[in-house]
């Protein structure tokens, strides 16, 4: 009895896993890799610890809160693919251990901000997500550094002037012009009159280094210390205070989403797209890189 019930269990075992083991010998282990991508869990950080969420809504969180929705599906699409390299950039480094930044919408953030659009909105934005399923921008093959910002000063900077290394050679500075016409190109902050001086700036126009009194700062670290738009920008004297005026919105380094959406409206693809800002790189499945 006893051995007719563990034949009875072995052919079951046999019939459950046949289609599986079938679908690999056809396919390659790629497929059962697939499968595990699909339903990672990441580690995100919590006001009280940690939390497990999955890839897909932590993903599709920092997407919706970093691109405009309204924004051309490509140029979505393109976005999509930053955010995914991103984050298995930082897996393939530091192990599926590491605990990413809780700076993502959920879906209750999503209907808050979108209100009676949010429905289109998500359809909108699980499209973008979905159609670029597993996809990733890769350098060697490995996933690429791939930042981005909201809009250029009229060019994105070079990563070996701003990052002072060749590392990253696909960073090169490309011309925007379009972010030139962006109602948010121009912005002005008036600050208290200090002794301020630009002691340089890169081949696009962003501050390199910067002078207040005696102290120095990277134009970054400036931009940060006063909460500049950006670190293009100029000083003037004005009514007895210092007026900054600033270029474009962001670091000003890969792909600029004002410019990508800009693309998007001429019928580029989000490859297409990637392959302006990311010179030499490659998309790629996750699936052919792990």
């Known amino acids: 009895m006893r051995q007719k019930c563990n034949q009875l269990v072995s052919i079951l075992i046999i019939v459950i896993l046949l289609p599986c083991i079938i679908t690999v010998f056809l396919n390659g282990p790629s497929v059962l890799t697939n499968a595990k991508i699909g339903n990672d869990y990441i580690k995100v950080k919590q006001k009280n610890g940690t939390a497990e969420v999955s890839l897909d809504t932590y993903c599709m969180g920092i997407l919706a809160k970093e691109m405009d929705i309204t924004y051309e599906e490509e140029a979505l699409k393109a976005q999509a693919l930053l955010v995914r390299t991103s984050v298995?950039?930082?897996?393939?480094?530091?192990?599926?251990?590491?605990?990413f930044e809780e700076g993502y919408w959920t879906e209750?953030?999503?209907?808050e901000y979108w209100g009676k659009s949010y429905k289109k909105n998500y359809e909108k934005l699980q499209n973008a997500w979905e159609s670029t399923a597993g996809q990733v921008v890769t350098y060697n093959g490995q996933p690429a550094y791939v930042p981005f910002h909201q809009l250029s000063n009229g060019s994105t900077r070079s990563g070996k002037?701003?990052?002072q290394t060749e590392e990253y050679p696909y960073l090169l500075a490309k011309e925007c012009p379009k972010d030139i016409e962006a109602k948010a190109q121009l912005q002005t902050v008036m600050l208290p009159k200090k002794a301020y001086e630009i002691v340089s700036k890169d081949s696009a126009g962003y501050i390199l280094e910067v002078k207040e009194g005696e102290e120095s700062f990277t134009g970054e670290a400036?931009?940060?210390?006063?909460?500049?738009p950006s670190s293009?920008?100029?000083?003037q004297e004005y009514e007895g205070k210092i007026?900054?005026?600033?270029?474009g919105v962001g670091h000003g380094l890969g792909m600029s989403q004002y410019t990508a959406n800009e693309m998007a409206k001429e019928q580029k693809t989000y490859q297409e797209i990637l392959q302006y800002f990311f010179e030499?790189?490659?998309?790629?499945?996750?699936a052919q890189i792990l």
């Open 88 to 99: 298995y950039k930082q897996m393939t480094e530091h192990g599926k251990e590491v605990v």
């Open 108 to 111: 209750n953030h999503m209907e």
């Open 161 to 163: 002037e701003m990052l």
């Open 222 to 228: 400036f931009r940060e210390k006063y909460g500049l």
């Open 232 to 235: 293009s920008f100029e000083l």
């Open 243 to 247: 007026r900054i005026t600033t270029k």
């Open 280 to 286: 030499g790189t490659e998309v790629k499945e996750v």
